[in-house]
């Protein structure tokens, strides 16, 4: 899975200035301690291959933004993410998560004040993989 949200916004590159991190939790609301779509990567992948059967809800957290605000203060960049689901040989899809649910301007970074946005859920049965965004 690939979670992608380059963009350009007031001349700047979304991925040289903001820096979102993509946790993996359970149907409890669990962290699952999985980060490997917690880098400093524009965009974020994890491989999800060989997991076990269930639910897999993936949530953006803002990391950094180093300086990308709209000149306009009362205006707001979003940066939704284009979510890129590839199953080798099988299917690849982008879907794209909602303006609603994306990281902005007004989000404050992780150590902050942590907004957690929903991106995506994944469910696992045996070989067969259904998705959605949010």
């Known amino acids: 899975i690939t979670f992608d949200w380059g963009g350009t ?13 993509v946790y993996v939790w359970d149907a409890d609301d669990n962290d699952l301690g999985i980060f ?6 524009c965009p974020e992948q994890i491989s ?30 979003s ?13 690849e899809e982008t879907l794209t998560q909602s303006e609603a649910n994306a990281i902005n301007t007004n989000d404050q970074g992780y150590y902050v004040d942590p907004v957690w946005k929903p991106v995506a859920k994944v469910t696992v049965s045996g070989s067969t993989y259904t998705y959605e965004t949010f």
């Open 9 to 21: 916004s007031e001349g700047l590159s979304h991925c040289d200035y903001v820096d979102i991190d």
């Open 36 to 41: 490997d779509a917690v880098t400093g990567s």
């Open 48 to 77: 999800i291959d060989g997991w076990a059967d269930g639910e897999y809800f993936f949530w953006a957290n803002l990391w950094e933004n180093y300086g990308l605000f709209p000149a306009d203060t009362t205006q707001v960049i």
């Open 79 to 91: 940066f939704p993410m284009n979510v890129t689901f590839v199953q080798g040989g099988v299917s």
